[in-house]
């Protein structure tokens, strides 16, 4: 059983400045599983990405990727970052981009390869990119930067691919693309996705498992498993309700008496 | 040699004043492109034979709102670097076609605090009162446009205009400073003590209090120090720019690092599905 | 053709050391300045030329190589700026500057002793604003040496240069030392700066790193390509500013031309304004063509 996980969090505490963000995080994560990391702004979910990269140090417990601990540059974790500040100068076509994917940790005076081009063209292809290729990368809309970051992640062939807040500069039209694509990349390159949000319902059709952030902790399993009123009212520490209305489910603040002002911040506990 | 005491107390309050948003903004390249293009105006001015003094305003206008209109083109650090480079190009074909003698030349660009004759004080204490009463005018949105671009622009603010205006006053106040620091060293003055007040408290009113204090202490230093050795006034105040902030950074990191080794974490019960 | 190459041009041997170094330097500081435009580190690429001639001053007074004083300076200079800070750009800016203001004053000190141990007026003017034409033709051979080492070292790390220039987040995520490639990459551009201050002086120094790649970058799509273009107005430009140079002696009757630093900037800036209008221009015909209007970045 332990040997078919592809990533495995184990007892993990993360503190930065003094602070304790995370606590006791415990999770899995098997091979071509859809993931979300779901949480409001402020609930740890970057820091549990950069945990899981190899950039953030923990005190306490282990990140294990294949049964190994995660390293700096190990190929098998991808990453797409919330969001790239591409200069509308930068003088890189969207696939030299994306061949940087493969490439652009590599130093030395080799040209690149042709089985990179080839490479490229084909992920281009995926993530419907094709028809702007040649185009300058700081000259895309947001979303279309976004496929391009994606393709660039998916170009090294990792086994999981971990974005942050994928969908958070998107309106809801693009995030609908989005999530459509990540979806067909899962299945069709048998890539497991983790990808954080604080708006869970677009992801409920797609999700194979949930990771409910807050207050510091974690709740993991799937939708039905996690989203209940017992389970995220202990996480949070205060009583919490679940709705669901017309397939959207919404998870409400409690009654004042128990403290409800302490979650005035999270923008998903409020009814829409 | 009061003289000297005065018009480097002037300079010393008002480099630190404009040195506070100088750093805050991020525009040390353009508080050290204006002087340099302020020396270019002042060869000019002696080529031509006009009062240098109005060369040095002059030229240190024109780089200020040439590197603010060329900051809409480009990058604004590129933009700096043209404008001064095309000052200085035209500074060293002023000195080559004329024949200034060098004591001259060094003086502008490397300061003479015993230079400055008792005339010159009262103007360039208006003037340098000028430049202060602009930084007050332009206080709040100036450090609300520094520190959080966006919210300035949505409260109305006119940012281009606030940034054209504060390098004008960086250009006044440079052209002020030149003849007695030097076109080369003025600008130390606007980053070393600002931003060693900076380290010490992020509080706006204490950082540019203690710049002040820093930057006098400088000042005063390197005139006492210059008219011991003879050396030349630049010399000790770049030095000593740079020094109070090395000092300060080192003192700050020894102390906040002894701060720290004495939190205790507390452990939250753990949830687990 | 003949009006602008006057009489004796190229068979003046200075002329023709200079247009050989000046060529050199130009493409150097062409492939460097690309990536220093592209890393927001303009203020470095200049105050470094600052530096450099900080050593040079020193390497005079204590009667030593020029260039070691030159590249040394500019290296110790590097390295001080990234002890200091340059992860945010901020920070990057405050470190820039205390080590400019430190080399600055140094270099007051080192050329007020230069003048009290020699007689010779004007050494300050041509320590600062340098010339090509009085550079001795016995450094082609180290220039070319360290200019080429300068172009191996880039090519040799331009991916992970490239990929932390563009995100030093992603580029992290992916192993990258940051930190290190940026150390390197400020090393060797101390290395370039401080060749081309004692080459072509500190001015140029500044607007051949500068200048053609400013104007490259508003129009190639590819790096190589911008690389490739800011030599060619690099070179063309330092050419060109020679010869008018050159020429220049012959223009006034008092037989005193304008210095070199003057005609390169001058063209320089010329390039730029070209590229720019070309840029106007272009987006002006291209717009009627584009597809359908995309969600707005934010960014104009």
Known sequence: MVGSDLLRVRDVDVSIAGRMILNDVNFRIEHGEFTGLIGSNGAGKTTLLRVILGLQNVVRGEVLVHGQPMTRSNKSVGYVPQKVLFEPDLPVRVRDFVALGVDGDRFGFARRSKATNETVDEMLEAVEASAFSTRKIGSLSGGEQQRVLIAHALVSRPELLLLDEPLANLDPGSAQEIIELLHSVVTNQQVALLLSSHEMNPLLPVMDRVIYAANGRIASGTTDEVVRPDVLSALYGHHVDVVRVHGRVLVVAGDHEHGGSNLADHPDLVIE | MTNAWISGTIVAILAAAVGFFVVLRGSAFAAHAIPNGAFAGAAGANLVGVNPLVGLVVFALAAAFGIGVTSRRTRSDVATALALVLMLALGAAFLATSNDYEPAVNALLFGEILGVSSNEILPVALLAALCVMGLLVLYRPLLLSSIAPDLSVAKGVNVALLDVAFLVIVALSSALAVPVVGALLTFSLTIGPPAAARLVSSRPHRALALSVVFSLATLWAAIACSYWTNFPIGFFVGTMSALVYVVVRVVVALTSSVRTHGRVDIAVPNLTL | ?300
């Open chain 3, 1 to 300: 053709m003949r009006w602008l190459f006057e009489p004796g041009l190229f068979a003046n041997g200075s002329v023709r050391t200079a247009l050989v170094l000046g060529a050199l330097v130009a493409v150097v500081s062409a492939v460097v300045g690309i990536f220093t435009v592209l890393r927001g580190q303009s203020f470095a690429g200049h105050a470094l030329t600052d530096v450099a001639t900080a050593g040079g001053a020193a390497a005079s007074l204590a009667v030593v190589s020029p260039l070691f004083g030159f590249i040394g300076a500019g290296v110790l200079g590097a390295g001080a700026m990234d002890a200091i800070g340059v992860q945010r750009v901020k920070d990057r800016d405050v470190a820039t500057g205390v080590v400019l203001g430190a080399a600055t004053g140094l270099s007051a000190l080192f050329l007020y002793l230069i003048t009290l141990s020699t007689s010779t007026t004007g050494s300050t003017q041509s320590i600062l604003f340098g010339s090509v034409f009085s550079v001795e033709p016995s450094t082609l051979p180290d220039a070319a040496v360290l200019g080429l080492l300068v172009l191996a070292g880039l090519t040799f790390i331009r991916r992970p240069l490239l990929m932390s220039s563009i995100s030093p987040e992603l580029a992290g995520a992916r192993g990258i030392r940051v930190r290190w490639v940026g150390l390197g990459f400020m090393v060797m551009l101390a290395v370039a700066v401080g060749l081309s201050a004692i080459v072509i002086g500190s001015i140029l120094s500044t607007a051949l790193l500068i200048g053609p790649p400013a104007s490259t970058l508003k129009v190639a799509s590819r790096l190589s390509r911008a690389v490739a273009l800011a030599g060619v107005l690099g070179v063309f430009a330092t050419w060109l500013g020679v010869i008018l140079a050159y020429d220049s002696y012959y223009w006034f009757a008092s037989r005193r031309g304008l210095p070199v630093s003057f005609f390169v900037v001058v063209l320089v800036m010329l390039e730029f304004v070209i590229a720019s209008a070309y840029t106007r221009w272009r987006r002006v015909h291209v717009a009627t063509l584009r597809r359908a209007p995309r969600e707005e970045d934010g960014r104009s």
